[in-house]
T-cell receptor, first 113, second 112 residues
Framework: GQQLNQSPQSMFIQEGEDVSMNCTSS?????WLWYKQDPGEGPVLLIA?????ELTSNGRLTAQFGITRKDSFLNISASIPSDVGIYFC?????????????FGQGTILTVHP | DGGITQSPKYLFRKEGQNVTLSCEQN?????MYWYRQDPGQGLRLIYY???????QKGDIAEGYSVSREKKESFPLTVTSAQKNPTAFYLC???????????FGDGTRLSIL
């Protein structure tokens, strides 16, 4: 079935460092989504990608839709303490609908002041 | 203030008891969803509803039931048939089935 593998599983970094994480699959997708979950809260959509090779930014966050359509990358520049949380990639199960999403297992980010 | 509200934040129940988790939204969204989250795992879809009076099973529906009698409400019942119900449960809604989902803040269920 559809499975998303996120890497790394966890990261411990110093404030000010840049962060890179990725999400891979054996299947091809038309949409990649990146969510952030703060401790004890629900996920919030950060970035949505719709086209292979697309590079999209949201403040200090930049995400890319892999050319093979089987992967996506999320970068955070100059990390700050409030970047702490779990970052999930997700893709729709069919077509480009957001309705039924498959989520990766998440990357846990810890930022030391 | 518009949004999606889950209650309670924490819920404790004895083994063998059914328990119902509340999800209410005042965003006038048609689509609503229930997910389960376990440590180290992504969110897994339990049930979803595209419109009032209609709902469909997700990937892990066994041991759960839902209803969608009102547009703004999508309660989830965790039945005694669910073998491992302790988890963090998240409700989400979207304008329709083809729009991004907005999540509530979750209910943490613990079975004693």
């Amino acid at each position: 079935g559809q499975q998303l593998n996120q890497s790394p599983q966890s990261m411990f970094i110093q404030e000010g460092e840049d962060v890179s994480m990725n999400c891979t699959s054996s299947s091809i997708f038309n949409t990649w989504l990146w969510y952030k979950q703060d401790p004890g809260e629900g996920p919030v959509l950060l970035i949505a990608l719709y086209k292979a090779g697309e590079l999209t930014s949201n403040g200090r966050l930049t995400a890319q839709f892999g050319i093979t359509r089987k992967d996506s990358f999320l970068n955070i520049s100059a990390s700050i303490p409030s970047d702490v949380g779990i970052y999930f990639c997700a893709t729709p199960k069919s077509g480009t609908s957001y309705g039924k999403l498959t989520f990766g297992q998440g990357t846990i980010l810890t930022v030391h002041p | 203030d518009g949004g999606i509200t889950q209650s309670p934040k924490y819920l404790f129940r004895k083994e063998g008891q059914n328990v119902t988790l509340s999800c209410e939204q005042n965003l006038n969204h048609d689509a609503m969803y229930w997910y389960r989250q376990d440590p180290g795992q992504g969110l897994r879809l339990i049930y979803y509803s595209q419109i009032v009076n209609d709902f469909q099973k997700g990937d892990i529906a066994e041991g759960y039931s839902v209803s969608r009698e009102k547009k703004e409400s999508f309660p989830l019942t965790v039945t005694s048939a669910q073998k491992n119900p302790t988890a963090f449960y998240l409700c989400a809604c979207g304008t329709d089935f083809n729009q991004p989902q907005h999540f509530g803040d979750g209910t943490r269920l613990s079975i004693l």
